[in-house]
């Protein structure tokens, strides 16, 4: 089998290389990315990209056609990868996220690739009050990078052939990574704790998060990429996940503190309403995929992040505007002539 993973050089790539080169030792697993967090390792033993055939890079604006062309399987991974980036940079986000997906996908189904995985996003269902959203259920996407998410999915359902295309859409990531970032409200809350012995609530701590551990994800991308068209279709939505998971934010500061006794927590009451909150329902996931079902319990994700962050002598209290968390990375490539302000490396 020949696996290509586009922007596997981020926080979810190393998790998805660690499994699919676990998973398939003879496999050729190749990573194709633009290194903007190259240099974010975080208490990494090894360089994950160690584990690969062979690492690429570029820029997925720019993948030909011809650069798929052997692949049985393509998982793209390469955004602009959270709400906050999405506002920074709409444009680019619409861009990379979006119009490079469907032309990679369209590419890749003409070059005969076998199985194509879309990292899509719960966030497509943005603030949904009621019962947990399923696949049938409409979505409201409320920031350019869920809208990108979207737009991405439905061009993806339009494309004609054999190729079996999966969105994923994952809950929220959280856990620990060799390229970790902290701009997820897991890793965020027991960064306070481990930093400060703080937990800043920024929302009212009432919205639903569900939350999947970046183990999880690779997990099911393993699956993705092995799937046939006659478990789920050829085209295929999935929100992928576990039930269990579904937890309320205050919920999630109160698991941690419970983990790092003497934790204060602190809720902002008056926040304004969050852009996302939904409970999600994964019975179609785990219908589909009995075996490649979540594992990673909150608590067990909470032990990781602590033994990580204290692996790497963890204190900085100002990690928010620190470069673990993924705006200030490419703004400091920006600030720093680097990087243009769509997101191509300056050509010295
Ligand atoms: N982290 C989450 O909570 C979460 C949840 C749901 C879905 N996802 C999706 O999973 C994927 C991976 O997320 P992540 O947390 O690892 O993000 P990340 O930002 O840590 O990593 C993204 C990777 O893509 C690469 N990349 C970005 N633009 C590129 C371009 N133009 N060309 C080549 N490479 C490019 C970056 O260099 C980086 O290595 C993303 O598509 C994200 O939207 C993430």
């Not at 926080?11 to 290194?35: C, F, K, M, Q, W």
């Not at 990494?44 to 990209?49: C, D, R, V």
């Not at 996220?97 to 879309?118: H, L, M, W, Y």
């Amino acid at each position: 089998m020949k696996i290509l993973v586009l922007g596997n050089m981020g926080y979810v790539g190393p998790a998805v290389i660690r499994e699919l080169t676990a998973r398939h030792p003879s496999a050729i697993v190749h990573g194709y990315d633009n290194a903007y967090f190259a240099h974010c390792l975080t208490n990494a033993h090894t360089l994950p990209e160690q584990r690969l055939t062979q690492q690429f890079f570029g820029d997925v604006r720019d993948l030909s056609e011809q650069a798929l062309a052997g692949y049985d399987a393509v998982v793209q991974l390469a955004a602009v990868s959270n709400d906050p980036m999405g506002d920074r940079f709409a444009g680019v986000t619409e861009a990379i996220n979006q119009d490079a997906t469907i032309s990679i996908a369209k590419a890749a189904a003409r070059a005969g690739v076998r199985n194509f995985v879309f990292a899509s996003s719960c966030s497509v269902y943005g603030v949904a009050e009621g019962g947990p959203r399923t696949e049938a259920d409409p979505v409201a996407p409320m920031t350019a990078y869920a809208r990108s998410k979207i737009g991405s999915e439905d061009a993806l359902a339009d494309i004609d052939g054999d190729m079996v295309i999966t969105s994923l859409r994952f809950a929220t990531a959280c856990g620990m990574s060799d390229r970790l970032r902290l701009d997820l409200v897991l890793n965020d809350f027991v960064a306070g704790a481990l930093s400060d012995g703080r937990i800043t609530v920024l929302s009212d701590g009432s919205p639903w998060r569900p939350l999947i551990d970046v183990a999880d994800m690779a997990r099911a991308i393993d699956w993705a990429i092995q799937r046939s068209a006659d478990n789920g279709g050829r085209i295929l939505r999935v929100n992928t996940g576990c039930n269990e998971r579904n937890h309320q934010v205050r919920d999630l500061a109160a698991a941690v503190a419970e983990a790092l006794p003497g934790t204060e927590v602190s809720i902002n009451t008056e926040a304004p309403v969050d852009s996302r909150s939904y409970q999600v329902d994964f019975s179609l996931f785990a219908r589909l995929a009995p075996h490649h079902q979540p594992q990673m319990t909150l608590a067990k994700s909470i032990s990781q992040l602590v033994e990580g962050l204290r692996g790497m002598n963890f204190a900085d209290t100002q990690f928010r505007t620190s470069p673990l968390v993924r705006l200030r990375v490419l703004q400091g490539h920006i600030d720093s002539g680097r990087l243009s302000e769509d997101l191509r490396w300056h050509s010295r």
